[in-house]
């Protein structure tokens, strides 16, 4: 299993970046998605999942209303719209697959396989 993560860049606060996760695996609709996000000198943290048939999504507080999450199981690929960036939402951000979560348990991190990240950097 591979997952592809693209599109981040350098935007303006207030701005908007669309990030892509590829992935190489066989059953996508047989995996919940995640993105998460670590910055400099933090944690790694949740920012945004999806159920299997994408019917149910799941934000940070941090960014519910802002960012929205979605797939599309026929290009193997889920989506993170991000919209009203902050600085503080500069990080490297992660996509992440899961076939035992569902539902709000795809919140927590522990994921089964991970991309290699996009770095996406806000300034103010």
């Known amino acids: 299993v591979q997952l592809q993560a693209s599109g981040g860049g350098l935007v303006q606060a207030g701005g908007s970046l669309r990030l892509s996760c590829a992935a190489s695996?066989?059953?996508?609709?047989?995996?919940?998605m995640a993105w998460v996000r670590q910055a400099p000198g933090k944690e790694r943290e949740f920012v945004a999942a999806v159920t299997k048939t994408g019917g149910s999504t799941y934000y940070a507080d941090s960014v519910e209303g802002r960012f929205t999450i979605s797939r599309d199981n026929a290009k193997k690929t889920v989506y993170l719209q991000m919209n009203s960036l902050k600085p503080e939402d500069t990080a490297v951000y992660y996509c992440?697959?899961?076939?035992?979560?569902?539902?709000?348990?795809?919140?927590?991190?522990?994921?089964?396989?991970w991309g290699q990240g996009t770095q996406v950097t806000v300034s103010s």
């Open positions: 695996i066989r059953t996508f609709s047989n995996y919940g």
């Open positions: 992440a697959a899961d076939r035992s979560k569902s539902g709000s348990y795809l919140t927590r991190l522990g994921y089964e396989y």
